[in-house]
């Protein structure tokens, strides 16, 4: 039997709540399901999000979304165990950190991969940090995956200039939940490969476990991500767009399927044959709007978030007009729900230390009329 090219993810992401016995569950899961790569996410609410961010909406009620992060940190130790629990699947493990100090404790149990989330396409101090490991391990012992929703061509350039093209897979992404499919644009997926000569994929929100993911691979993609949970009826954060096990099989078994195609039959023809299999399914025109013309832009879905799901710079205490802004004064998060976004993060170094032109509030992202 021919060897799968196709490393397909399954994100279990926060889905566990923090349970042990739960994310052995949704490792059990996603491994009988076929996943050859088991995500995990590394929380620390300080390093995403500000305590007045806002709140997030739960069928038990409205809680502050820094809560509900911060119900979803868990120690070391839990990740370790996952680590290996993990391989003792046969399956790879793989996490995102959301900032300085959750990389550096993943660094330290040796993932098989490091996920940048899309938020974290411009967390410019952690890429930098990332990159120095790299360098000093060397860029094999440590592969990386970047997801690039909700961001432009320009900010993908960047990201690639710092982490590198060793060892690098560069995630197609729509940030939104769920992502409409007529939007997924997926001709960008090969367009991607060769403007930045970089192994691409997909980092999939839709709720289909078909359509979007085959499409994908019948664009040159090599990497498939897509949430699991044990039920959509669960509370994890993204268990609304996670698909339930044996959807997460059929997704598999139909990638496989697909990759069988274009090796039998080649590129030009093993596409004619998805497209014609696929449009029985979901009709000609719906099909040809998800491959979309290949030109990277914001989705439609997500275009309002740009700026806000992505980082910036907040001010971490109320100050006063005259003061000298130090290291601890502001932080890299991400804005999301009722704060403005500041300054990227680029801005970092030029705002630290600087003078401070006027008062600033506590949350508030830092504007260049802020600083002297």
């Known amino acids: 039997m021919t060897q799968s090219k196709i490393n397909i993810i399954a994100e279990i992401g926060t889905s566990h709540e923090g349970s042990i016995e739960k994310a052995r569950q949704l490792v059990d899961a996603a491994a009988w399901a076929g996943a050859d790569t088991i995500k995990f996410q590394w929380v620390y609410a300080d390093e995403i999000l500000h305590p007045k961010t806002g709140f997030v909406h739960l ?8 809560e509900r992060f911060r119900q979803l940190e868990c120690p070391v130790s ?7 629990y993990v391989h003792s699947k046969g399956c790879k493990f793989c996490c995102s950190p959301f900032g300085l100090r959750s990389l550096r404790e993943l660094l330290e149990i040796k993932p098989d991969y490091v996920k940048v989330a899309s938020p974290e396409l411009n967390h410019y101090p952690m890429l930098r940090a990332l990159a120095d490991y790299r360098a000093k391990t060397g860029a094999a012992e440590v592969p990386v995956i970047l997801s690039s929703g909700v961001s432009r061509k320009e900010d993908i350039q960047k990201a690639i200039d ?3 093209r060793e060892k690098v897979s560069l995630l197609h992404c729509i940030t939104s939940y769920p992502a409409p499919e007529e939007e997924y644009n997926i001709k960008v997926i090969s367009n991607l490969k060769k403007d930045f000569d970089i192994e691409t994929g997909l980092s999939d929100h839709s709720l289909d476990p078909v359509l979007v993911p085959v499409l994908s691979v019948a664009c040159g993609g090599s990497v498939i991500e897509k949430h699991i949970t044990l039920s959509r009826e669960t509370k994890g954060l993204d268990d609304p767009v996670a698909l ?9 078994h139909t990638v496989h399927q697909t990759e069988a195609t274009f090796r039998h039959y080649g590129a030009e023809v093993g596409m004619e044959r998805t497209i014609e299999q696929l449009s029985e399914q979901y009709n000609h025109e719906r099909v040809m709007a998800v491959l979309g013309d290949g030109i990277k832009r914001l989705a439609p879905a997500e275009e309002a978030n740009y ?7 907040h001010f971490m205490r109320d100050m006063k007009r005259g003061e000298i802004i130090g290291a601890d004064d502001i932080a890299v998060l991400r804005t999301e729900k009722v704060l403005t976004p500041g300054l990227t993060p680029d801005w970092l170094d030029k705002v630290t230390g600087a003078r401070l032109a006027r008062d600033v509030e506590d949350g508030a992202g830092v504007k260049k009329e802020d600083i002297l």
């Open 59 to 66: 069928p038990t009620g409205d809680i502050p979304l820094y």
């Open 78 to 84: 839990f990740y370790k165990e996952m680590l290996d």
């Open 162 to 164: 710092i982490v590198g």
């Open 244 to 252: 339930e096990p044996e959807a997460f099989a059929l997704m598999v």
């Open 307 to 313: 700026g806000r799901t992505n980082r910036s710079l």
